[in-house]
Nanobody, 121 residues
Framework: VQLQASGGGLVQPGESLRLSCSVS????????IGWFRQAPGKERERVSC????????DYDDSVKGRFTISRDNAGNTVYLQMNSLKPEDTAVYYC???????????????WGQGTLVTVSS
């Protein structure tokens, strides 16, 4: 299983970014993709996750109403649309694959490389 995260960059507060996670080699009938982020000096935290087969989602309270997770019809790519970005959203963002949606990063078996999101004026 391979995951490839992309789409990070430098934006100003209030602007938007869309992250993509390309998934290949997944053999589970049901699996979830989670987006996590890790800021310098902080622990990795779950931002959002989606069950690829039925589109069920979860969000951290800090991003509800601003971020939207989705997947393409084939389930090969999962997106994280991030609107109204704030400086505190600055972090390296990772996508990960697990057998079900979970907040605990230890529940995810495969990880992509991170993509840096910087929100600064």
């Amino acid at each position: 299983v391979q995951l490839q995260a992309s789409g990070g960059g430098l934006v100003q507060p209030g602007e938007s970014l869309r992250l993509s996670c390309s998934v290949s080699g997944a053999t589970l009938d049901v699996y979830a993709i989670g987006w996590f982020r890790q800021a310098p000096g902080k622990e990795r935290e779950r931002v959002s996750c989606i069950t690829v087969s039925d589109g069920s989602t979860d969000y951290d309270d800090s991003v509800k109403g601003r971020f939207t997770i989705s997947r393409d019809n084939a389930g090969n790519t999962v997106y994280l649309q991030m609107n109204s970005l704030k400086p505190e959203d600055t972090a390296v963002y990772y996508c990960a694959l697990g057998s079900k949606r979970a907040q605990d990063p230890n529940m995810y078996d495969y990880w992509g490389q991170g993509t840096l999101v910087t929100v600064s004026s």
